[in-house]
């Protein structure tokens, strides 16, 4: 296995009650193949093998190392042979894993196919579901898992399965939500988030879940709370629209925060405390910044993006110390097919601020994404 260069992008002293976890995003296990796929080995299951390997080893380096984040679209077209192939090479880690899913999961296509309307979340839980009810009682305990709940869709007139879960570990509150679209979009399910404010969506998931936190922490709140999704709140200047959120949608997300978890500094907090990080994928790319740079009072949200494993191993290692995220690493390795040629990765910072360009059409948003 190739060696990965990792990069500390910021330290405190950690206590002895520490702890790690890891994250990967993006696998699109099946990138390569237009058809249905049939296990071929193409270079994204090469490099998810290396990625498993990699954490393995750390694991077994630093027992401190406790489990894996795989932040959405673990398929590429959402095909059950994509989805059997993934979970397949998921199986090989050796510490236990917890999978958020993306808007490449929902839609299953390929050339010449296209369902009527995404079931690939069904299928997700049909998968994924037995993971959560066996998340290793020592390490934490997984809380209101959503996904295997169908729910009535008012906005597509189908029945959706929305992937949120709470974890809970010693002092820390981890809240995965799923804003992927169930529309569709001109290839697969749409691209941009979506909040579901209905019954049994993520958004009244969201204000249920923390409503319940605030009461049951009134004495003892847990120290941070963190937001894991596979979509960014900050996404790339001039595609929120397209590949992210909505201005209007953020700030109906803020609002909703505002009524129940503190971004201040300790000594202002209400019981369910310090909302502090936020993790996302889906842009593929290395980003450490804020989540609303422009926006008063939250620029304290550090937002940080884990680049894609259909790109090279990347690996995000955090480490929380006392209750709080105390450091941040990323592991990386990019590819090389004549030789493992090993490259280093500076931390992305966020982009300076300019006039934001909109794209006219789908394929010009796509184009300016880097994805066709």
């Avoid at 295997?148 to 959706?160: C, D, G, M, R």
Wanted: aromatic letters at 10%; hydrophobic letters at 40%.
């Amino acid at each position: 296995m190739r060696p990965i260069w990792l990069c500390a992008l910021f330290l405190v002293a950690v206590s002895a009650e520490s702890y790690k976890f890891a994250i990967i995003t993006d696998l699109h296990v099946g990138h390569h193949v237009d058809t249905e796929y049939a296990g071929q080995e193409t270079a994204e299951i090469k490099y998810l093998e290396e990625t498993v390997n990699a954490i393995n080893a750390r694991a077994k380096a630093d027992p401190s190392l406790k489990w894996v984040f795989v932040m959405g679209d673990l398929t590429d077209k959402a095909q059950p042979t994509q989805l059997a192939k993934v979970a397949e090479l998921l199986q090989g880690l050796q510490i236990p894993y917890l999978p958020l899913i993306g808007n490449h999961d929902l839609l299953h296509y390929s050339r010449g196919f296209k369902e009527a309307h995404p079931t690939g979340d069904e299928r997700f839980a049909k998968t994924f579901a037995p993971l959560y009810a066996a998340f290793p009682a020592s390490v934490g305990t997984v809380q209101r898992y959503a996904g295997a709940t169908p729910v009535p869709n008012p906005e597509q007139k189908i029945t959706s399965y929305f992937h949120n879960f709470v974890l809970e570990v010693g002092r820390t509150l981890y809240i995965a939500l799923d804003w992927n679209s169930r529309g569709l979009g001109p290839v697969r399910a749409a691209t941009d988030a979506q909040l579901h404010d209905f019954p049994g969506g993520t958004y009244q998931w969201l204000e249920e879940t923390l409503s319940l936190y605030n009461q049951q922490t009134a004495k003892q709140p847990f120290r941070e709370v963190v937001i894991l999704q596979h979509h960014p709140f900050h996404g790339q200047e001039g595609l929120e629209w397209y590949a992210t959120f909505t201005e209007e949608k953020k700030q109906k997300v803020r609002s909703l925060v505002e009524r129940h978890v503190s971004h201040l500094p300790v000594g202002q907090l209400p019981p369910l405390v310090q909302w502090k990080h936020e993790f996302a994928g889906h842009i593929h790319r290395w980003y450490n910044g804020t989540a609303f740079p422009d926006v008063a009072g939250w620029q304290e949200l550090v937002q940080w993006e884990t680049s894609a494993v259909l790109k090279g191993i990347a690996i995000s290692y955090v480490t929380v110390a006392d209750g709080s995220i105390a450091d941040i690493q990323k592991a990386t390795a990019a590819p090389a097919p004549a030789m493992h040629t090993l490259t280093p990765e500076p931390a992305v910072q966020p982009a300076p601020a300019g006039p934001a360009t909109t794209p006219r059409t789908v394929r010009q948003a796509l184009k300016m994404a880097g994805r066709v």
